[in-house]
């Protein structure tokens, strides 16, 4: 924006230098004000999350084949935990509604007895 004023006809050269750096200033100021904004929003924020450090008491000396195995023993626990869940069979709509309505649903017929 500065770089691109031209010296308009009849101005002195001073009068240039006079007005770039007052252009100059302005965007300095301007650049400040933001910054002080930045810095002010950023003192506001209460929200200093805790982070754990990534070793835990005793966890430093555990090697890689531990870990490794663990992982390993997780894998197996949720492969069988799925195993056991695709043996049960959803039920259907029909099903539900006739447990719950079992007894309006009997086949009751009345008999009545004919006298000749």
């Known amino acids: 924006m500065i770089a691109k004023q031209k010296i308009e006809v009849g101005q002195s050269y001073e009068d240039y ?3 770039r ?4 200033e302005k965007k300095r100021q301007e650049e400040q004000a933001k910054k002080d904004m930045e810095d002010l929003e950023s003192k506001e924020c209460t929200f200093k999350p805790v982070v754990l450090s990534s070793k835990r008491k005793g966890e ?4 890689i084949a531990s870990k490794q195995l663990n992982s390993a023993s997780k894998w197996d626990e949720l492969y069988h935990q799925a195993g056991r ?3 049960k069979v959803d ?4 099903e539900i509604e006739f447990e719950r309505n079992h007894q309006e649903m ?4 009345e008999v009545h ?3 000749h």
Do not use: H, T, V
């Open 21 to 24: 750096g007052k252009l100059y």
């Open 106 to 109: 009997r086949f009751a017929p």
């Open 85 to 87: 869940k695709q043996g």
């Open 91 to 94: 039920r259907d709509a029909d």
């Open 60 to 63: 430093g000396n555990e090697s």
């Open 113 to 115: 007895e004919i006298n």
């Open 17 to 19: 230098l006079i007005m």
